[in-house]
């Protein structure tokens, strides 16, 4: 169950996704909270059923309820922050930056976890989905907390090896 259920599920190309796994949540300098909190928003945001379902059932035992409820609660808002922001930026008129954005985001004042290790997952999400602009605005905020670029770094491989993971996925599910 967990990751070994993901490891051996992905075909034979992806080795080295399945390397990574170890590597990245195995061997993580983050704390457990961050790292399976990062793994799981990351995993919401990835979509794949069998890496969610997996990367949950083995978050549990680091997060606790509290904590599982944060990281999902990081990805529901991302998905919408991620999308928001990235679009106004990339439209390029300054004009659209000075509109507010009047989306309700309650649960980033109160998620219910430590904020910083919150932020991490947000930048984690953002990540995944590619939103340039979150991505900043969550790095300033982190490294203002304290957290280091290595910190940053490590959440950042978190995430691309959780995508990767379910990418691998969802091609062989829609080629079988």
């Not at 793994?39 to 990835?46: E, F, G, K, S, T």
């Not at 390029?92 to 930056?97: C, H, S, T, V």
């Not at 954005?101 to 989905?129: E, H, N, Y």
């Given at each position: 169950?967990?990751?070994d259920?993901?490891?051996?599920a992905l075909?034979?190309?992806?080795?080295?996704?399945?390397?990574?796994?170890?590597?990245?949540l195995?061997?993580?300098t983050?704390?457990p909270?961050?790292?399976?909190?990062?793994a799981?928003a990351?995993a919401v945001?990835?979509?794949n059923?069998?890496?969610?379902?997996?990367?949950?059932?083995?978050?549990v035992?680091?997060?606790?309820?509290?904590?599982?409820?944060?990281?999902?609660?990081?990805?529901?808002?991302?998905?919408m922050?991620?999308?928001?922001?990235r679009?106004?930026?990339?439209i390029?008129d300054?004009?659209?930056?000075?509109?507010?954005?009047r989306?309700?985001?309650?649960?980033?004042?109160r998620?219910?976890v430590d904020?910083?290790?919150?932020?991490l997952w947000?930048?984690?999400?953002?990540?995944v989905t590619?939103?340039?602009?979150?991505?900043?605005?969550?790095?300033?905020?982190?490294?203002?907390?304290?957290?280091t670029?290595e910190?940053?770094?490590?959440?950042l491989r978190?995430s691309?090896?959780?995508h990767a993971?379910?990418?691998?996925?969802?091609?062989?599910?829609?080629?079988?």
């Amino acid at each position: 169950m967990g990751l070994d259920t993901i490891k051996a599920a992905l075909p034979g190309y992806a080795r080295d996704i399945t390397l990574n796994l170890d590597s990245t949540l195995g061997t993580s300098t983050l704390t457990p909270t961050q790292a399976w909190g990062t793994a799981l928003a990351c995993a919401v945001a990835a979509r794949n059923p069998l890496v969610l379902r997996e990367i949950a059932a083995e978050a549990v035992g680091h997060l606790g309820p509290e904590g599982v409820e944060a990281a999902k609660g990081a990805a529901a808002v991302m998905a919408m922050n991620n999308i928001y922001y990235r679009a106004k930026h990339l439209i390029g008129d300054e004009q659209y930056a000075s509109m507010p954005a009047r989306l309700r985001m309650q649960f980033i004042a109160r998620p219910g976890v430590d904020k910083g290790d919150f932020k991490l997952w947000c930048l984690a999400v953002s990540a995944v989905t590619g939103c340039g602009i979150c991505l900043e605005t969550h790095e300033k905020a982190l490294r203002g907390r304290g957290f280091t670029r290595e910190q940053v770094h490590e959440a950042l491989r978190i995430s691309a090896v959780v995508h990767a993971a379910a990418v691998t996925l969802d091609a062989e599910a829609a080629l079988a």
